[in-house]
């Protein structure tokens, strides 16, 4: 189940064609495991795409945003082990957010869908306060539908330079929004991202993706 409250950072992109082998390796085996012991981490999920342009995500559950620079997680990402280091070399298309998370109900689903929203323009400060005011219940209880979830980026903290990102050869892409769907059914799944976008009418030019992916592997602070 979801954490009812607390953070969350999404980790999307792409690997290198001759490393995704590898990358599936050291996630199961190594970096998983090295998250999952920083303090303040609730668990890490991955997922595979079923439809979207970057086809791995990273779903990471913290405490807290002020996790992320703790003096526990900057030890550990200002000291890459040599594989993290081979491996996040080879990340393409990569889009990394750190997150408030504002709205939560429900369960998990073996099928989640992301929606991301950059939101531009002068109509901000409406537009910030449609979503942060959005209930995310009704899209649970949808059939086919278990969890949904509503989160803020922490820009401040998102931005922040480390030894990790400078690894990558592009700056990580972003988001001010991200709607989670969680489900069993595939067009469940989509149609609740519909329902969403149609209720909350975001106006041009602000930018939405929605992606859709599968489960692939888990890793919790209580059962490591």
């Known amino acids: 189940m979801m954490e009812k409250q607390g953070a969350a950072m999404f980790v999307w992109t792409n ?59 900057l030890a ?30 429900g369960d998990d689903g073996g099928i989640l869908a992301t929606v991301t929203i950059e939101v531009t323009g002068q109509n901000r400060p409406a537009l910030d306060d ?36 400078d690894l990558r050869t592009t700056e990580d892409g972003r988001a001010d929004w991200i709607l989670v769907v969680e489900g069993i059914d595939r067009a469940a799944v989509v149609g609740a991202c519909d329902a969403f976008l149609n209720q909350v009418r975001l106006p041009s030019p602000n930018i939405t993706e929605r992606s859709l992916y599968r489960f692939l592997s888990g890793k919790n602070a209580f059962n490591p």
């Open 130 to 165: 449609t979503l942060a005011r959005f209930d995310v219940a009704p899209l649970a209880l949808r059939p086919g539908v278990v969890g949904a979830g509503l989160m803020e980026e922490d820009a401040d903290i998102s931005s922040r330079r480390n030894a990790g990102k």
């Open 76 to 105: 550990s990402i200002n000291n890459p082990r040599p594989t993290t280091i081979a491996m996040v070399r080879k990340f393409r298309d990569t889009a990394r957010v750190i997150s408030h998370v504002r709205q939560r109900a």
């Open 15 to 73: 690997i290198a064609s001759d490393a995704e082998d590898q990358m599936n390796e050291w996630y199961s085996r190594d970096h998983l495991e090295e998250r999952i012991s920083i303090v303040g981490f609730v668990r890490v999920r991955r997922f595979i795409a079923i439809d979207a342009s970057r086809k791995y995500l990273a779903f990471y559950e913290m405490l807290n945003t002020r996790v992320m620079i703790g003096a526990d997680y």
